[in-house]
């Protein structure tokens, strides 16, 4: 946690799920220059008189250095053989405000948790709370769900509070506002058990979901919901990622994502893409 502008805000957390090593962009590089025989590598030299076997591919991505990419890539620049390697990152509570920041590098694979999909409970809580007009259980409950980056309990009860707010003016102006927000056969629920917020809430938590409730809700989503993803960048987008985004110009959030991961890539990439102070 870390106070900035005035409020405290959670950092993200990230772990490096998969990397497919530096010895195919070695290889990639030789490959141009045919000149497989001057590597250090022994399962690199064996290319030049033989296609790899299973067992020589697996040395090849498990080679640690290559003096060939570090000259390509700190003294001729030649970034482009960077691009044969891959690195997959898992990023859990990030804001949505660094996901926009996010794609706006081109050349990367990315996954997000989908609001769509995933904002039932958030609804539930909502149709719990109206129903026995109970405001505060709501904002109990969405605090619980710790949904936001922010971590001051005042703040986030503002947030959830206007949450309910958009909610409720959406209520009054959707004649079947129920069926949109429970799936069919949970609308039974809300007559049996709407004297109790607690009750009904986990009925509906227990009941069938709306796979796709957040269609008719994501209006209430701000930049401050946490979001999961899964992303993918070759070495090269990665180095410009790095030189971007933990650059002191850079928005705070997406920094403290890029030197997250920075902490997760192992220092056969950072050699390659971070300049030696």
Not at 218 to 231: F, P
Not at 234 to 258: E, M, P
Request: contains cysteine; negative net charge; charged residues 25%.
């Amino acid at each position: 946690m870390q106070e900035t502008y005035g409020i405290n805000y959670s950092k993200p957390e990230v772990v490096l799920m998969q990397d497919t090593g530096i010895g195919v962009a070695e290889a990639a590089a030789r490959t141009c220059y045919d000149s497989f025989q001057n590597s250090e590598n022994e399962s690199v030299k064996y290319i030049q008189n033989y296609m790899p076997d299973d067992s020589t591919c697996k040395e090849i991505n498990d080679i640690q250095e290559s003096s060939l990419l570090d000259d390509l890539a700190w003294t001729h620049f030649h970034h482009s053989i960077l691009e044969h390697a891959n690195l997959s990152f898992l990023i859990r509570g990030t804001s949505r405000g660094v996901l926009q920041e996010h794609a706006r590098h081109r050349i990367q694979a990315i996954s997000v948790r989908s609001t769509r999909y995933t904002m039932s409970s958030v609804i539930n809580a909502f149709v719990a709370s109206h129903l026995s007009k109970n405001r505060e259980f709501f904002i109990d409950k969405i605090l619980d769900f710790d949904m936001f980056v922010t971590c001051d309990k005042e703040y986030n009860k503002i947030e959830a509070a206007t949450i309910y707010d958009k909610l409720e003016f959406q209520f009054k102006r959707v004649e079947d506002f129920y069926e949109i927000a429970v799936a069919k056969s949970s609308l039974g629920f809300l007559e049996e058990f709407k004297n109790s917020s607690e009750v009904l809430f986990e009925a509906l938590e227990s009941g069938k979901k709306k796979r796709n409730v957040g269609d008719a809700f994501k209006h209430i989503v701000t930049d401050n919901w946490k979001v999961d993803m899964v992303v993918t960048f070759n070495l090269r987008s990665l180095k410009n990622y790095f030189t971007l985004r933990d650059s002191g110009a850079a928005y705070f959030q997406i920094r403290w994502l890029a030197q997250e991961m920075m902490r997760a890539t192992p220092s056969k990439y950072l050699d390659l893409i971070i300049k030696k102070k």
